[in-house]
């Protein structure tokens, strides 16, 4: 049986990537609510335990330097110091325990993991954040889809979320349901600033947060005595014994 298509702007993948290009560019700040979304979307896929140990060995390590700064304000600290972000707190408070020094200090198989991956996020922000400076730095703003591009690029499972939607099964379906999501959000990106080439990654966000696109599927579905209209990016390692492609010119399309 088939359910309905959400719209590609409710699907937990395509929003961490939207949450990660917006803490990026300035348009949100990064947040102690911020950090648990994106740790528990299938992107980073923390668990909400492991999450929690992270934050209690932040606090104790406080607590032993002297300190009593709640476990929020310390974990949205460390991440970023990682990512480089201006700390909303007081600059000159002690600092909390770095991550180098939770993974130094042993605990937990999961602990450890926990940790690598919110370093991995605040490296992310960073690198990203860098690209948006650069770009301002050349006196060019840089693209809405640019900007989701290089989230994407960065969060580095773009090949095994590929060979995992190939396969079959739930895991298969959900993560080709997570692709055929984010492939709308970049196309929209794209004619977005096709559109409107001199806005900016902020006005994108803004138009994106009303979308109710539903994204067109990559996977294969049994479609018996129906016919499918779809994009080329659409249809990647689908199988059909009868194709019509519209609008052939020669040397133009396609290319």
Known sequence: SSSQALPAARDKAVQAVVKLAAIASGAEELTPEAIAELAASPVFAIDP??????????????????????????????????????LLTDPDAPASATFERLLATGGSASGRSATKTLQQLGSLLRAVAGEIDAAGGQQRSIAADEVLYAVWERLGVAKTWREAALGSGPRAEQIGAHLDALVTLFDVGKRFVERQPDASIHDFLVQWSGSEVTADSLAGRTNGGTVTVTTPAAVLGRQFRVVVVAGLSDGVWPN
């Open 49 to 86: 335990v492991q999450l929690r140990r992270v934050r209690r060995a932040l606090r104790l390590d406080e607590i032993a330097a002297g300190g009593n700064r709640a476990a929020d304000e310390l974990l949205v600290e460390a991440v970023s110091r990682v990512a480089g972000l201006r």
